[in-house]
């Protein structure tokens, strides 16, 4: 396959996806991990009937009268983490916490703002002897019942699903295994941040772009470093590398100093695709190496790298992972009027906002080349326009993919 479309080179992309593997972790490092199996619950939460407030758990009849006010006896309490573990008859209350569970006499909790209490009696006020007030009672089982599945195979772990999770009473949690991916440079016009480069040189950017996704996305990176335009080094860095999947950035186009292909091929390489029809990021390739590892050729344009890697690594790395394929784009509507999209998909860096009538609304920045680092740095969306797109109104609904912006 040569110069294939978007929507093939992420189906190929799919396909040459590692298998996933399992593994456990502690709870404690479970941040961001994709879950390898279900997480059921083992029992109800709350396990009883839990008081909602501080006050009096009572049986509701024992609030039914003609008076204005109520009189009952306390006789205990319930604390969280104590429980009342007596009967309660008609004429009777215990004082209760919240959190605390609920003796199995009562059905109702009457808050303490609405009890006039003294020594171990206490009046119930009118606005507490309500017969269809709030009881105050969390059910057992009212979060979630014993056997219930919480959450799903492929689901990725954030902070509120870690707590679904605690709540569960897990402390160790079945992950799959990351990834490994390993990023490499090539041109003999980069040098590292930090060191000083010749007139003709400049820094290299896009590697520290791209490792941050890797372990956004859920890989596990590491940096091979910067090669020269030399083939011999660009095979030899190649062939001691172990990892699931080499990325490397640059070269990767048809110049004369464009080696990073020939160097795969000394290594076997069979390509999937030879690169894709989008903009940016032509000079996109994807297949493995005789060793079974696979390679992803990104451009060396830092927009062009980036596009491709929010694009094909992402798309990997949640294969890789055994995450469901979803789409990632919204509606917006665009503030400015938009060029035609030639004949390649094209991914637009945009701003999002809204209008005051509430619209999302997308604005494309004004200079879209695929060297520049500063716009990116900007963005935080990339518009998309299918293949030939004509050109487009302000107020023009179209695509937006939103980027992973902390
Ligand atoms: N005659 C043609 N020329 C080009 C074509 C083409 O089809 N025919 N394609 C163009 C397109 S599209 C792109 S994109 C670039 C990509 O080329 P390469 O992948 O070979 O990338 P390089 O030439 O190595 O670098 C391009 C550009 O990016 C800078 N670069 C590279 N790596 C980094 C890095 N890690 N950090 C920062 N900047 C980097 C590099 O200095 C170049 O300026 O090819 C077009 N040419
Ligand atoms: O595809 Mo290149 O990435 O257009 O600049």
New binding site residues.
Partial sequence: MKNVAVDVALAAVRQGAISPVAEPVPLAKAMGRVLAEAVLAGRDQPPFNASAMDGYAVRRDSLKTKAKQVTLHVVGESAAGRAYAGRVAAGEAVRIFTGAPVPADCDAVVIQENVVRQADVIDVLPDGCKPDGPSHIRKAGQDFKAGDTLLEPGQRLDPWRLSLVAAAGLDTVPVRKRPRIAVL???D??VLPGQTPKPDQ??????HALMALIKQWGGKASYLG?EGDDARALHKALKKTKADLIVT???????D??LVRPALEKLGLALDFASVAV?????TSFGRLTDGTRILS?????A??FVTAQLFLKAWIEASLGMPETSPFITAVTQGPLSAAGPRESYLRAKIGSSLQGQLQVTAFDDQD??L?SVFARADALIRLPANTLPQNAGARVEVLPLDRL
């Fill in positions: 440079c090539t041109g016009e980069l400049i820094y290299e950017s896009a590697s910067v950035v640059g070269g990767a186009s048809v110049g100093y464009d903009k940016p990021g032509k000079p990104l451009p060396g344009n830092p062009s790298a695929s060297s680092v």
